[in-house]
Structure formats: structure tokens, C-alpha cells
Antibody, heavy 127, light 108 residues
């Protein structure tokens, strides 16, 4: 079935780095854009980053620009999130999700949605 | 950037009730509005896309309506498994992608 599975979370000190992975299966990974979304403990959903299906376009939420890098390997059907200069406020469950539906140009999308979602991986930034 | 505001932030209802959750966009987003359900310790799940289209496998007691800036999610005849947090999300000229702050539906 269509699914995505995250891994790589853990505890890291402020200023440290971590790389998350998201393994996709059950669909043609190279045909879909992919997202990272995070959820701090007890709080709501926050979009983090998106990458187009061919990796040509990437966007980031303002607070992670310059610190996080989204990438993908279409041969390995895997999405990544490299997180550097981590801050306490980056503590959250990180979800990957497929960019589904809608229509995308080289620079934007409309009418799309997040589906499916992975089970999430917890990143804790603490000294 | 487009901001999404949900109301109420929480509500209590009984099994069998009909409930409505509202989502308002800071500017017109046509019908590009999606709804998600999240249960404790679980990932969000897509319920409705395009303001009113029911995702495959979602029970028909869920429905969505609206366009422009005002949208509603309605749940008819609440079931025990419907008690969860519900989020709206706009998909008009993205990115960036914006979610509402969530509405927690609790058992009365």
C-alpha cells in the first residue's frame, strides 16, 4: 500500500545536527513532490519544507531557512531533511507527507494536499 | 502570506450530535481548502480536499463546504472514534502552506 516511513529522530544538543529520512513505497516516488511537517509537543501542525518531484525546486518555512536542507534520492525512494544549527524550539515530531493532487508549475502549486503522512519521528533539542 | 483561523479552539459534544467547525482564511482561497483529523499519538489523516470532496474511505457523516474565505467541516451523528483534533489547511498559491491552529473535539 501507499506509505511513507520516517526515521532518524533523536536527542541532540543545541547547535547540533541531525538527518531525517523518509522511505516511500507503494507509489512512483519520482512523480510526487514531498513535504516535511512538524508538530511541537502539545501544539499544532507547522509546515517545514517541500521539494518538487525532480528535486528542481525547494521551499522552506522562514524559521528554518539557511539551517535545514530538504533533498531526495529518487533511485532509493527516499526523502531527507538535514537539520543543522538546531535550536530548542525545533523540538517536535517531524512528519513526511506526499504532495498529492492539485497542479504545480515550476514555482508554485494550488489545489494540492498532504496525503499520506508517515507516523512521525521525534526530534528533541536539549542540553 | 495567507493565515488560517479556526473556531472554536475546542468544543464538547455527545455521541450522536452534529457539530460544525469553522475555518476562515485571511484572503480568498477559492475552494482550495483541506481538512485533516489527528488522533492522540497518531499522524494527521486527510478527510476532505478541495473544500468539499471526501477522501476515499472517509465516512459520509463528514462533509465540508465553503469557498472564498469561509469554510465549514460538519460531522453528522458523532461517533466515539471522531473525538480528535481537526485542522484546516489552505492550498491556494502555495508555498508557503498554512494550517489552522486546530479544533479539539472532546466528549461531553
Amino acid at each position: 500500500q501507499v506509505q511513507v516511513v520516517e526515521s532518524g529522530g533523536g536527542v541532540v544538543q543545541p547547535g547540533g545536527s541531525l538527518r531525517l529520512s523518509c522511505a516511500a513505497s507503494g507509489f512512483t516516488f519520482s512523480s510526487y513532490g514531498m513535504h516535511w511537517v512538524r508538530q511541537p509537543p502539545g501544539k499544532g501542525l507547522e509546515w517545514v519544507a517541500v521539494i518538487w518531484n525532480d528535486g528542481s525546486t525547494k521551499y522552506y518555512e522562514d524559521s528554518v531557512k539557511g539551517r535545514f536542507t530538504i533533498s531526495r534520492d529518487n533511485f532509493k525512494n527516499t526523502l531527507y531533511l538535514q537539520m543543522n544549527s538546531l535550536r530548542v524550539e525545533d523540538t517536535a515530531v517531524y512528519y513526511c507527507a506526499r504532495l498529492s493532487g492539485g497542479s504545480c508549475t515550476s514555482t508554485s502549486c494550488y489545489g494540492d494536499w498532504f496525503d499520506p503522512w508517515g507516523q512521525g519521528t521525534l526530534v528533541t533539542v536539549s542540553s | 502570506d495567507i493565515q488560517m483561523t479556526q473556531s472554536p479552539s475546542s468544543l464538547s459534544a455527545a455521541v450522536g450530535d452534529r457539530v460544525t467547525i469553522t475555518c476562515r482564511a485571511s484572503q480568498s482561497i477559492s475552494s482550495y481548502l483541506n481538512w485533516y483529523q489527528q488522533k492522540p499519538g497518531k499522524a494527521p489523516k486527510l478527510l476532505i480536499y478541495g473544500a468539499s470532496s471526501l477522501q476515499s474511505g472517509v465516512p459520509s457523516r463528514f462533509s465540508g463546504s465553503g469557498s472564498g474565505t469561509d469554510f465549514t467541516l460538519t460531522i453528522n451523528s458523532l461517533q466515539p472514534e471522531d473525538f480528535a483534533i481537526y485542522y484546516c489547511q489552505q492550498s491556494y498559491s502555495t508555498p508557503p502552506y498554512a494550517f489552522g491552529q486546530g479544533t479539539k473535539l472532546e466528549i461531553k
